[in-house]
């Protein structure tokens, strides 16, 4: 696990905290959360990509696969029992991170409905602009290109 990071944490806490079960809302509710951050790091800069459910990060999927290979958790999203107490291990250091409490501001805000994530996600205009399989710029978004 040496390249174990934010992204990694971050997937794993979310998760554990809600029930996702599916891979599109887990990258729409990522996408999001970056969309509301004020002062973006460098690792935060992923891309996304303009999917039919809303949008897509390779990124995020290679994470997916790492935690997968990892045995952290399965293909199918559930969090493993190795999973849950390597995330007990690290959470701390994620604690007070702006992007993880965003995500966790929308699901609670939306009482865990990843339907209208979803449909925020598609309804959000720098999203609505692109067509099926077009590059979205979150640097664009925050202003900083």
Not at 117 to 145: C, H, M, Q, T, Y
Request: glycine share 6%; charged share 30%; with cysteine.
């Amino acid at each position: 696990m040496a390249g174990f990071g934010l992204y990694h944490l971050l997937i794993l806490r979310l998760l554990i905290n809600f029930e996702i079960d599916d891979k599109a809302k887990l990258h729409n509710l990522i996408f999001l959360g970056l969309t509301r951050l004020k002062a973006p790091t460098k690792e935060e800069v992923i891309s996304f990509i303009r999917t039919r459910k809303g949008v897509r990060s390779i990124f995020i999927d290679e994470r997916i696969k790492e935690l997968v290979d990892y045995g952290l958790i399965n293909e199918d999203l559930q969090v493993k029992d190795k999973g849950r107490e390597v995330y007990y291990k690290l959470a701390s250091a994620l604690k007070y991170h702006p992007l993880l409490r965003n995500c966790i501001e929308i699901s609670l805000s939306r009482h865990d409905d990843f339907e209208s994530i979803n449909e925020e996600v598609n309804s959000f205009v720098p999203v609505r602009k692109k067509n099926l399989g077009d590059r979205i710029s979150i640097v664009k978004i925050w202003g900083l290109a």
